[in-house]
Nanobody
Framework: QVQLVESGGGLVQPGGSLRLSCAAS????????MGWYRQAPGNERELVAV???????NYADSVKDRFTISRDGAKNTVYLQMNSLKPEDTAVYYC??????????????WGQGTQVTVSS
């Protein structure tokens, strides 16, 4: 069984930085994409950033030039470096992994979420 373990959330002042990590453990045949989403109170969950197998990345307009997503393929881990944080970045951040298992089934897995609070 594949599990995702997230870490790195917390409280930071505006303008500060945080780094989120998400490690996938278990038997995975092939990862198609790894990404981060967020959900603020009263809002729908939205894409923050995603990296696909080829290394291509995609970002929400609101985080471009401030956030960087990266992936360590050997460790099945995805990172989100968040700089110049703003109060509007406050949300629960969720890791998502799109992968194939040994039977070829495509599975979409979510982490448990980690709280990021940007406040002075």
């Amino acid at each position: 069984q594949v599990q995702l373990v997230e870490s790195g959330g917390g409280l930071v002042q505006p303008g500060g930085s945080l780094r989120l990590s998400c490690a996938a453990s278990g038997t995975i045949f092939r990862i198609r994409a790894m990404g981060w989403y967020r959900q603020a109170p009263g809002n729908e969950r939205e894409l923050v950033a995603v990296v696909i197998t080829s290394g291509s990345t995609n970002y929400a307009d609101s985080v471009k030039d401030r956030f960087t997503i990266s992936r360590d393929g050997a460790k099945n881990t995805v990172y989100l470096q968040m700089n110049s944080l703003k109060p509007e970045d406050t949300a629960v951040y969720y890791c998502n992994v799109d992968f194939q298992d040994l039977l070829g089934r495509r599975i979409d897995l979510w982490g448990q979420g980690t709280q990021v609070t940007v406040s002075s």
